[in-house]
C-alpha cells in the first residue's frame, strides 16, 4: 500500500475509533449542566434563546423526538457532528497541501486535545458552529484561490448564516474572510463584484428568526452579550493568569506552544507570498487574539471560548512541524520529533485520565469543583422529587404544584430527572431562559417541592416566602467512597414569592 492509501485508511480508522469509543460510553452517564439547559430549551421550541442562538436546541429537538429523552440520543448529533468535523479537516488538508499525512496528523491531534477530544462528549453550541467554520474556510479557499464561481460566495452565506444559528462567535468568519480577501492582492476583485454582499445578506437572512426573536423581547440576547456580561469588566492579571491556565488546562501546556508556535510559522510563510498559510493563519490568529482580549478583560470568560481559532492552527502546527522537521539537522529533528510525540502523550494522558476519572474517581478534586459529579445523581433525586410532587399533588387535592430551584443547573437537570412531567420554575435575581417561561404570579399560592445542592445549598427559608416548609428527602451519591453530591429536598405549601436581598 502506498503512503497517501495508508494515511487515508489511518485517518479513517482513527475518526472511527474515536466515534466507536464515544458511542460506547455517550449514554453511560447522566447529562452535564449545560446539556440539561439545552435540552430544556429543546422542550420550549423557539426562534431564538437568551443565552445563544437556536440550532442546538433544534438538533436535539429532532434528536431526541427520534429516539427519546436520553443522555445517548441528545449527545448522538455531537458524535455525528465531529464524524463531520473530522472529515473538512481531512479534506481542508488534502486541498490546500495533497498530504494526507498532514491530515491523518491534524486529525489525529484534533480528537486528542481535550478541548475538542473530551468536549466531544457533549452536545453544546459549538460543536455544529465549528462544523460550519471548517466547511466555510474550504469554501473560501474555493472561490479565492481556485478562482471559483462567484454564487459559491452564496454557499458561504448560507453556511455562515446557519453557523451562526449555532453560536454567535460564527460571526468571526466574516472580519477573517475579509482580511484574507484583502491582504492578498489577486483577491480584492472580489471587493468590486457583488457576490461577496450577497453572501452577507444571505447569512443575514437566514440568521433573521434570532434577529426577530430578539427584536420581538426587547433585545436580551444582544445586551447579554455585548453589554451585561462586559459592564465593569476589569483587564487584571488574575483574568490574564485564568486566561493561559485554562488554555492550557483544556488544550495542554505542550500542544498549547505547538499550536501558538505553528500560528507564528505560518504567518511568516503566508508573508513570503504562500496562500494555504495566509488562509489558515485569516481563520486562525485573529479568532485567537480576539478571544484571549476578551478572556482577559472579562471574568465571565471561558476556557473554550478560543476553541474555533484551533482548528486551523492545528494544521499549521503539523505542516510548519513536519516542514521543520524535514529541513533540520539531525540534533534539532530529534528534538522536534520528541517534542511532538512528547504533547501527544501528555494529551493521551489526560485523554485517559478524565475518561478513568468518569467511571472511577482518581484525581484529587474537591466534590463542589469536580465538574464530572454533574453527570451522576440527578436520577436518584429525580424519583424523590416525584414522590415529592406526588404527595403535595394528593394533599392538595390534586392542584398542581410545581419544582422549585434558584439556578438554572438545578432546574434543567430536575426538569431531565423528571422526564419533563413536572413544571420547574427557576426564580432568582439573574436572568436566565426561565425568566421567559415562568410567570411567577402565577405560581402564588400554590405548593412546590424545592431542590437544593452542595452548590447551591440555599434552604427555600433564605429565598422563598412560604406558609409552611418541610425537608422530606435528602439524596447523596457517593463517587469514590465519599459522598461527592447531596440533594436536599422540601416540601413547600403556600407560595408567597421571592425574598429580595441585598
Known amino acids: 500500500m502506498n503512503a497517501p492509501r495508508r494515511y487515508a485508511l489511518w485517518s479513517a480508522m482513527t ?34 434563546y437568551y443565552d445563544h442562538p437556536p440550532l442546538t436546541a433544534w438538533i436535539i429537538h429532532l434528536s431526541t423526538a427520534i429516539g427519546g429523552d436520553t443522555s445517548f440520543w441528545v449527545r448522538l448529533p455531537s458524535l455525528l457532528l465531529f464524524i463531520a468535523m473530522s472529515w473538512l479537516l481531512y479534506r481542508l488538508c488534502v486541498e ?39 466547511m466555510f474556510i474550504i469554501l473560501a479557499w ?21 453557523g451562526l444559528l449555532g453560536k454567535y462567535f460564527a460571526i468571526l468568519l466574516l472580519p477573517s474572510v475579509m482580511l484574507l480577501t484583502a491582504a492578498i492582492p489577486k483577491y480584492r476583485r472580489w471587493y468590486l ?32 452579550h455585548l453589554v451585561n456580561r462586559h459592564a465593569g469588566a476589569p483587564f487584571t492579571a488574575d483574568n490574564f493568569g485564568r486566561l493561559f491556565g485554562g488554555q492550557a488546562l483544556y488544550v495542554t501546556p ?12 505560518g504567518v511568516k510563510a503566508a508573508m513570503k507570498g504562500d496562500n494555504r498559510h495566509a488562509l489558515l493563519v485569516a481563520f486562525s490568529i485573529p479568532t485567537l487574539a480576539f478571544f484571549y482580549f476578551v478572556t482577559a478583560w472579562t471574568n465571565e470568560s471561558e476556557p473554550h ?49 478524565f475518561y478513568i476519572h468518569v467511571y472511577h474517581p482518581i484525581l484529587p478534586i474537591k466534590p463542589k469543583y469536580d465538574l464530572v459529579n454533574e453527570l451522576y445523581g440527578w436520577d436518584l433525586a429525580g424519583v424523590e422529587i416525584t414522590k415529592a410532587y406526588d404527595n403535595l399533588t394528593a394533599e392538595q387535592g390534586g392542584a398542581k404544584p410545581f419544582a422549585l430551584a434558584h439556578h438554572w443547573v438545578l432546574c434543567s437537570q430536575m426538569m431531565f430527572a423528571t422526564k419533563n412531567k413536572i413544571e420547574v420554575a427557576c426564580l432568582n435575581e439573574k436572568t436566565d431562559q426561565f425568566d421567559f417561561w ?57 407560595f408567597k414569592g421571592r425574598k429580595h436581598r441585598g
Open 438 to 494: 415562568n410567570d411567577e404570579t402565577k405560581m402564588i399560592g400554590r405548593s412546590a417541592v424545592m431542590v437544593s445542592d452542595l452548590r447551591f445549598e440555599e434552604p427555600p427559608d433564605e429565598l422563598y416566602i412560604f406558609d409552611s416548609v418541610k425537608q422530606v428527602a435528602e439524596v447523596p451519591f457517593i463517587r469514590g467512597g465519599q459522598v461527592t453530591r447531596k440533594f436536599t429536598i422540601w416540601e413547600c405549601k403556600g
Open 193 to 224: 463584484r457583488p457576490e461577496p454582499y450577497l453572501m452577507g445578506l444571505l447569512a443575514l437572512i437566514i440568521f433573521s428568526p434570532v434577529i426577530w426573536w430578539n427584536y420581538s423581547q426587547d433585545w436580551p440576547s444582544f445586551k447579554f
Open 254 to 265: 505542550l500542544y498549547l506552544i505547538g499550536l501558538l508556535w505553528g500560528a507564528y510559522a
Open 15 to 48: 475518526v472511527a475509533g474515536f466515534a466507536l469509543f464515544r458511542a460506547v460510553v455517550m449514554g453511560t452517564s447522566g447529562l452535564g449542566d449545560s446539556e440539561s439547559y439545552y435540552w430544556a430549551w429543546s422542550k420550549h421550541p423557539a426562534l431564538s
Open 305 to 353: 471560548w478560543p476553541a474555533f481559532g484551533y482548528l486551523t492552527a492545528i494544521i499549521l502546527m503539523v505542516e510548519r512541524g513536519l516542514a521543520a522537521i524535514e529541513a533540520a539537522g539531525a540534533g534539532a529533528k530529534k528534538w522536534m520529533i520528541k517534542y511532538f510525540a512528547a504533547a501527544t502523550a501528555m494529551a493521551c494522558v489526560v485523554f485517559g485520565l
Open 142 to 162: 474555493r472561490v479565492l484561490e481556485n478562482d471559483g464561481s462567484g454564487w459559491i460566495w452564496l454557499l458561504m452565506g448560507a453556511v455562515l448564516g446557519v
Open 96 to 134: 490546500l497541501f495533497d498530504d494526507r499525512r498532514i491530515a491523518f496528523l491534524s486529525i489525529l491531534t484534533f480528537n486528542l486535545i481535550p478541548m475538542f477530544g473530551i468536549g466531544a462528549l457533549q452536545m453544546v453550541p459549538d460543536i455544529p458552529a465549528a462544523v460550519c467554520y471548517l
